[in-house]
């Protein structure tokens, strides 16, 4: 059984501090200070350049993948570290294109993650392929057999809505498409088993459920029957068979190695390293087990609560990641007002005020007093300062 | 007058060692461990996501970039950081391309970094272009009027050859052609001057003669006539004119800020930012003569001294950066013992021994030693582990 006191005791959470926005940036591992303290003075300061071979920096992509393949479904040697998530989706999706010639179809919904639809609308305008963008509910019905690139965030960055990813990938195989999935919102959150799912490539950043750090590298997922057919658009050299024989053409590294593009960043991954430390008394389904209860007990406090605001999450736990939204008009004053009063989540235009359960960190305690001050901030009108002002000074 | 004893005790420089190999991973300037440190508990840990405009996360890539500006012979708000260099390779080159419909040829040569020579062939198959790429020596001569791009390294990692930037901008220009430099060795190693050579982009690394760390973020510029009109491919949402309005379609943003592309990594930019504090108050002449010196008194001293190397870099300082190599067709363990002897450079295939100089930190003392730590490894043979030993026992 996992010991969520004891993971909750490896963070630095500020005190009077209720956190519910790790979903976009995780708080800082007590141990990543330590760590990359000491990569900085034992390895960069003493041993130089020698630290490539020596500290392992050259092999920290796969190290670092290894320990995150785990929480994914994935197996060892399946996983790479590096660049952003941004880049990772240009990678894969370039690759995944690439396996599928004759078809210029990639589909996907406007539940993604902005970011994704750009690299993919920047992809597709160079190689001449064509991103198609349905709402996540038409997503099954406009899999046709014209597709080349399934490519979806499983839980949406909004509501918190999470795509049945093994029937959605058994779908397109069906119409001989391959699926891209990310794993932003999923990847520390919930139980995700790519391998069971048998999806062909997926990305992910570092930085929210695996508190990575503020920029923390992303990671990019084959599965094993593509790693070596798999050619990317982003060649560079730490992709390469033979880096350092410096040779002119480029000949892709076996597996996932060639889905390195530049030198790894050492630092980062190096707090990140640390960040993962955290994982390895976790039980996944555990974890589940423990999102789903906070998220559930937050959706019954509010709604018996705050009759203020709607929900904007699925109520089927099934159908939700570790996030829960609700929607207020005026849900960027609530938001401030909610902040300000020590219980952190954020806020996504137009009226979502978006709370994020990280396990690993947040309890009952914060469930109890999120709901508690939401209420206590709708009821005495607190988050309208106008208002709030012109009845405390009347009474 | 740049007081180069004042930048040495800026860095931690092991004690014994002459480090002779900036031009690959820079030494820890003193100040990065601290600030890093800093910026983990004072601005990850206590204001978690609020970092990001509190702590000035967002907008670090543009005023780091702004620092790195001087050095290059840029403007304020010309460059931005972020990714690797083979990525801002892509990134420009794309960019580049796009601004120059109806010609598909990118020249570049075979001095050239191969990793940008990778992004550039895998660029082309993507986008249908051609790259041609030829000796160092006859890049002017093959610059043709269906030129689109001139990619180049300014200083070849291997010889420390210097391109004419002006001049084969000016030839590029002519033909109708525009300018990538890749100044990888070029920047904080030379005075580099790309608005009097009127490049059109130019992109670097950060982790050589800038000192950011292993793994540090690059950087990239564009001349300010392309920086509105420039469409890369790589589209990313922190390139979007309003990454928070969280849009369908990619709007790029104005300038320079629509090459970046993914979150920034924060934890990186902070021990780059450090080390560019370093460079405050160094006046890039003084740098670029106190390099001539440092590099013309190794090759006076090694051509005196070691009859059994032979120049491989430009004789004339002027053709040259500030890295210089030797030839030697024992090179690899002649490089071994050198740095057994406490002077560090590098090797790199077949027989290239490199070293290189950076006036921050190395020094007469560096030179001297260098010199004579290679004469007598030379002369005595204990590169030559068999025969020193047999040589060691019969006297």
Redesign the interface.
């Known amino acids: 059984m996992t010991d969520f006191a004891a993971t909750r005791r490896a963070f630095?959470l500020?005190s009077g501090?209720t956190?519910l926005?790790g979903n976009?940036?995780g708080?800082?591992p007590v141990a990543?200070?330590d760590r990359?303290?000491r990569m900085?003075?034992d390895e960069?300061?003493?041993m130089?350049?020698a630290?490539?071979n020596k500290a392992g920096?050259y092999v920290q992509p796969r190290r670092v993948g290894d320990r995150i393949a785990r929480l994914i479904g994935a197996g060892p040697g399946e996983v790479v570290m590096?660049?952003?998530?941004?880049?990772k989706v240009?990678q894969a999706l370039?690759a995944a294109l690439a396996l599928r010639p004759g078809r210029r179809a990639i589909l996907s919904d406007?539940g993604n993650?902005?970011?994704d639809?750009?690299?993919a609308?920047?992809?597709a305008?160079?190689?001449g392929a064509e991103l198609r963008?349905v709402a996540p509910e038409d997503v099954e019905a406009a899999i046709t057999p014209d597709l080349a690139v399934l490519m979806l965030t499983e839980v949406d960055y909004r509501t918190g809505r999470r795509h049945d990813m093994a029937a959605l990938t058994a779908r397109a195989h069906d119409a001989g498409a391959l699926t891209l999935w990310d794993l932003a919102h999923s990847a520390g959150a919930v139980d995700v088993d790519l391998t069971g799912a048998d999806a062909d490539f997926a990305v992910g950043?570092t930085?929210k459920y695996l508190n990575g750090?503020?920029?923390?590298?992303?990671f990019i997922w084959t599965h094993p029957r593509h790693a070596d057919a798999a050619q990317?658009?982003?060649?560079?050299?730490?992709g390469?068979d033979a880096p350092f024989?410096?040779?002119?053409?480029?000949r892709p590294a076996a597996g996932i190695e060639r889905m390195r593009?530049?030198?790894?960043?050492?630092?980062?991954?190096t707090?990140l390293d640390a960040a993962l430390d955290v994982w390895d008394g976790v039980a996944m389904p555990d974890l589940r087990a423990r999102s789903v209860e906070l998220t559930q007990a937050f959706i019954a406090g509010v709604e018996a609560e705050c009759p203020e605001v709607t929900l904007n999450s699925p109520r089927d736990p099934a159908l939700r990641g570790s996030q829960v939204s609700f929607r207020h008009p005026q849900g960027h004053a609530v938001m401030q007002a909610l902040i300000a009063a020590g219980v952190?989540g954020?806020f996504?235009?137009p009226d979502v005020l978006r709370f994020g359960f990280a396990p690993l960190y947040n309890g009952n305690d914060d469930v109890n007093r999120a709901v508690g001050t939401l209420a206590r901030i709708l009821r005495d009108g607190s988050w309208d300062a106008e208002k709030f002002h012109h009845k405390a000074a009347v009474t």
Chains 1, 2 share one sequence.
């Open positions: 630095h500020p501090i956190y926005d976009s940036l708080p800082m990543a200070a990359v303290a900085m003075a960069w300061s003493d130089l350049i630290g490539w920096w590096g660049d952003t998530l941004s880049i240009f370039s406007s993650f902005p970011s639809l750009y690299v609308e920047g992809l305008r160079a190689v963008v950043c930085y750090g503020p920029g923390a590298p992303a990317p658009i982003l060649q560079g050299w730490m390469h024989a410096f040779e002119g053409g480029y593009v530049g030198t790894p960043p050492v630092i980062a991954l707090a952190v954020d996504r235009a």
